[in-house]
């Protein structure tokens, strides 16, 4: 299977926001503990290759008569932002390492931190522990972008496994942006994320909170940066996304022309990424509407079975799967190399078949599998496979569908 696109770039032109002005004296004692964790959680959005050395940096700031100091980084493409109480002594803004700075305070002693910032530097004290870094020229420093208005909410931990099930599918080549981000399609109360790396496909469908019935849109976000935001969202909570929208004719409701941007809100911490400028690709033909044969597999042993069998195999030795009525026999390996079979328990209907798989894509789908059964449709050997969970109700769609080419084998 092979999914045709085109190449098309995200718009790095005109910035979101205008640069940043006034600095100041900033002054405060913060728990150690609460503010390793804030400057650790902002510090995950940092470039990894800043292509200007403000961009490495993080700003802090203490609106004057507050004590909530904010921290927050935006290199253009991604924005974060935490908030953290503190007792505070005076108020400004300031810009340092970021990196740095999560490194300093996360080997710091367990006692309060203080922190005394000026134009020129910043030192940090916690016990005997003393350090000083130098500040960055917070006026080069971009603003980040304003959030917009929440579109809707949906529980933190469905999203962060949604997120996780899909993401694998996603490529990791840059010259084809479309194919590196994750399609998250918005339909009244059904949001689906999708991800292809054009020889296998990941959708997740889910019911989330929407405050706009009519909504039907949808965003492509990169997977690097939703793969962070998941991995960062708070269990047992909410998280908001919000969609720069505005009303239509006949009251639906549509995304603004230019925007370009998707935020998530969660326990107070706000991230903020630029969509990639491209139409995901139309999916839901490739998945095939009648089988010739179906198995069920318990996924947990089915899991341990394939990476057990795969020890054998290298990057390029296809992982063989042959069906019979009441079992499935994994193979890899052949010849003069190392080899390894083994045999499981499995409900089969269809005729007997034999189809072959990269251990590491067969894994990727069965991962994404939450069911304690994990369901595999067949057409052909060679044709496009379905790993799936077992549907709420009998006859209905998964929630989770996993579509991957098989390999060719002799």
């Not at 929407?210 to 047992?236: M, Q, Y």
């Amino acid at each position: 299977m092979s999914l045709r696109v085109g190449t098309v770039t995200p718009d790095r032109g005109k910035p979101l926001v205008e640069s940043n002005a006034a600095g100041g004296r900033v002054k405060f004692r913060v728990d150690r503990d609460a503010f390793a964790e804030a400057v650790a959680w902002t510090a995950r959005a940092l470039p990894a290759r800043p292509s200007m050395p403000v961009l490495a940096g993080m700003r802090l700031e203490l609106p004057s008569g507050s004590s909530t100091l904010r921290l927050s980084c935006f290199d253009y493409e991604v924005s974060a932002q935490a908030e953290v109480d503190v007792d505070a002594e005076e108020g400004g803004a300031v810009l340092v390492s970021g990196r740095l700075l999560a490194e300093i305070v996360r080997n710091l002693p367990a006692q309060p931190v203080n922190m005394e910032c000026d134009a020129t530097r910043a030192l940090v004290t916690c016990g005997s522990a003393r350090f000083t870094l130098l500040t960055l020229p917070l006026e080069d420093y971009p603003t980040l972008p304003e959030m917009p208005s929440s579109t809707g909410s949906v529980a933190a931990d469905v999203f962060a496994t949604a997120a996780r099930q899909v993401i694998p599918a996603a490529s990791r080549d840059d010259t084809l942006p479309m194919l590196t981000g994750v399609n998250l399609a918005f339909s009244g109360d059904s949001l689906i994320l999708a991800a292809t790396d054009r020889y296998r496909i990941a959708v997740r469908e889910l019911w989330w909170r929407s405050k706009h019935p009519d909504l039907a849109t949808s965003a492509l976000v990169s997977a690097r940066t939703l793969n962070d935001i998941a991995r960062s969202l708070v269990p047992g909570s909410n998280v908001d996304i919000a969609l720069s929208t505005v009303a239509a004719a006949g009251g639906g409701v549509t995304l603004s022309p230019g925007e370009g941007m998707i935020g998530f809100e969660n326990s107070g911490r706000r991230t903020t990424t630029r969509l990639i400028d491209s139409e995901f690709v139309r999916y839901e033909s490739r998945f095939p509407t009648d089988f010739s044969a179906r198995a069920e597999v318990a996924t947990a042993p089915l899991t341990e079975a394939v990476k057990r069998v795969a020890l054998v195999a290298d990057r390029n030795t296809p992982l063989r799967l042959s069906f019979t009525e009441d079992e499935v026999v994994l193979e890899a390996g052949s010849g003069d190399d190392a080899q390894a079979v083994e045999a499981l328990g499995a409900k089969f209907h269809g005729d007997p078949m034999r189809v072959a798989f990269s251990p590491g894509y067969f894994l990727d789908g069965l991962a994404g599998v939450q069911s304690e059964t994990a369901h595999l449709h067949f057409t052909m050997p060679t044709k496009p496979a379905v790993i799936s969970d077992v549907p709420a109700d009998e006859g209905g769609r998964p929630e989770f569908r996993y579509l991957v080419m098989p390999l060719r084998v002799s």
